[in-house]
């Protein structure tokens, strides 16, 4: 140790310590660009890896002074919202899978159930100005004809579906309003 005080203390060590110094942060900023270059470019779109079939949205939830931008699977059409949550057990890094109906559905007419869905699921429905209407928990149901089906009170035109208890964690309940196509996702 005294051996290298004595060479830290002439003129050579002071530089050979400032130009092993300034090596390890040269080789340090090179290895963080060759593990970040590995990384994708958006890791929002990393996330959405093994969502196919389904297109993405942005949407908030305004309930007080809350309002956070969450993602989410959009069933935009007849098939994706026949289809829902089917066959999946996650969300593929998305908050939600939101139901966007081109106009105002009737409630007796068009219902949830968790057909063939192996995890159970809440829902909540949002009247055509995205106010909140109600939500259910519906558990797991195998692939039989007589699932219990779900629907609201009255015409609705969004429904949000998670995994059961994750309302929430969006802000999702009685007050709520829906605002859907927000950017950042």
Not at 52 to 73: K, M, Q, R, Y
Not at 118 to 123: D, E, G, T
Request: hydrophobic share 45%; charged share 20%; aromatic share 10%.
């Amino acid at each position: 140790m005294k051996r290298l005080a004595a060479v830290l203390d002439t003129e050579g060590g002071v530089r050979f310590l400032w130009w092993l110094i300034g090596a390890t942060l040269i080789v340090g900023f090179f290895v963080y660009l060759a593990v970040g270059a590995n990384g994708p470019k958006d890791p929002k779109v990393a996330a959405r890896e093994g969502v196919g079939g389904f297109d993405t949205i942005g949407f908030s939830i305004e309930h007080g002074a809350v309002n956070d931008v969450w993602c989410a699977l959009l069933a935009g059409n007849d098939k994706q919202r026949q289809t829902g949550m089917m066959g999946r057990t996650d969300l593929g890094g998305l908050d939600a899978m939101l139901f966007a109906f081109p106009a105002p559905v009737d409630n007796r007419l068009v219902y949830f159930y968790n057909r063939r869905v192996p995890i159970a699921l809440s829902v909540a429905w949002f009247d055509p100005g995205g106010k909140y209407l109600s939500a259910t928990d519906m558990e797991s149901c195998a692939d039989i004809p007589d699932c219990p089906r779900f629907t609201t009170t009255s015409k609705f035109k969004f429904a949000i579906e998670v995994p059961k208890g994750g309302l929430g964690r969006l802000g999702i309940g009685p007050g709520a309003v829906l605002d859907v196509g927000k950017s950042g996702c």
